[in-house]
């Protein structure tokens, strides 16, 4: 099962908030769906379905100084001349000029990917680290969750690290807010 993420604006607007979403499978229903404004894709790269919601986490996270409202962003100055492909790369692989250098480590350690499996029908999350090692999350928790486990457990990182307090907060409509 492939998945897709997505950039979505405003056709004829070139300052505007962009939507950076993802759809794991088939098409997104119609993009003008409760906006009066023509909405256009503007990318649309494939992601393999497993690590989709990572991806979109991370890049949610790395523009969150640019956050509009729910998945919306203000990114257009920053996209290069290349294109949008250009920049969701750019985003992901944090070589970005302009973008929040977020990564999740300590030392030699830091999370590669977090892979969303299933187990006998129940989805988890799994953690790979540069080291070489995994941490198999708990079936049923969210990703800030696995991810906080490991900063603590692997990392070793003490509980009122700044790390482990940013990993509270996910993005919703009204911004980024604390979860669980």
Same mark, same amino acid.
């Given at each position: 099962?492939?998945?897709?993420?997505?950039?979505?604006?405003?056709?004829?607007?070139?300052?505007?908030?962009?939507?950076?979403?993802?759809?794991?499978?088939?098409?997104?229903?119609?993009?003008?769906?409760?906006?009066?404004?023509?909405?256009?894709?503007?990318?649309?790269?494939?992601?393999?379905?497993?690590?989709?919601?990572?991806?979109?986490?991370?890049?949610?996270?790395?523009?969150?100084?640019?956050?509009?409202?729910?998945?919306?962003?203000?990114? *257009?100055?920053? #996209?290069?001349?290349?294109?949008?492909?250009? +920049? &969701? /790369? %750019?985003?992901?692989?944090?070589?970005?000029?302009?973008?929040?250098?977020?990564?999740?480590?300590?030392?030699?350690?830091?999370?590669?990917?977090?892979?969303?499996?299933?187990?006998?029908?129940? *989805?988890?999350? #799994?953690?790979?680290?540069?080291?070489?090692? +995994? &941490? /198999? %999350?708990?079936?049923?928790?969210?990703?800030?969750?696995?991810?906080?486990?490991?900063?603590?457990?692997?990392?070793?990182?003490?509980?009122?690290?700044?790390?482990?307090?940013?990993?509270?907060?996910?993005?919703?409509?009204?911004?980024?807010?604390?979860?669980?």
């Amino acid at each position: 099962m492939d998945g897709r993420l997505y950039v979505i604006g405003e056709e004829d607007d070139e300052v505007g908030p962009v939507k950076i979403g993802i759809v794991y499978q088939g098409k997104r229903a119609g993009l003008n769906t409760g906006n009066w404004r023509r909405l256009i894709e503007l990318e649309s790269v494939p992601v393999d379905v497993e690590t989709l919601r990572w991806r979109e986490w991370l890049t949610h996270r790395r523009l969150r100084h640019r956050h509009v409202h729910g998945e919306w962003f203000n990114v *257009r100055d920053l #996209v290069p001349l290349t294109g949008w492909s250009a +920049f &969701l /790369d %750019g985003v992901r692989d944090a070589s970005l000029h302009g973008i929040r250098p977020f990564r999740i480590g300590a030392g030699d350690c830091e999370a590669r990917t977090v892979r969303q499996v299933r187990t006998c029908g129940r *989805r988890h999350f #799994v953690v790979e680290c540069t080291c070489g090692d +995994f &941490l /198999d %999350g708990y079936s049923g928790k969210a990703m800030p969750t696995v991810l906080r486990r490991y900063a603590t457990e692997h990392l070793e990182l003490p509980k009122g690290h700044l790390l482990l307090q940013e990993l509270r907060y996910e993005v919703h409509n009204e911004g980024f807010r604390d979860v669980e």
